[in-house]
């Protein structure tokens, strides 16, 4: 049996790309401020994009995508 993560997570719908975005740079093993030295975006805007406060436009997706090793097309 297979379980729709929306219904498992329902506190996670409408963020979906700041969980892709968390969960990317968890699997990279990198905290915010790292990923913020990576890209040049300040860690305070990763940190809003995560929680669904900021959108991830495509020039910063594709600096997170690039630093992230992932298509940049997931986090938009």
């Known amino acids: ?3 729709n993560w929306r219904e498992a997570f329902p ?3 409408g963020n979906e790309a ?3 975005l968390a969960g990317y ?4 093993g990198l905290t915010q401020v790292q990923l913020a030295e990576a890209t040049g975006i300040p860690q305070r ?3 809003e994009m995560e929680n669904g406060k900021r959108v991830i436009g495509v020039t910063s997706a594709k600096k997170l995508a690039e630093a992230l090793h992932s ?3 997931g986090l938009l």
């Open 11 to 13: 506190e996670f719908q």
């Open 45 to 47: 805007h990763i940190s």
């Open 25 to 28: 740079r968890h699997r990279e």
């Open 18 to 20: 700041g969980t892709i």
């Open 1 to 3: 049996m297979t379980t």
């Open 71 to 73: 298509d940049h097309r």
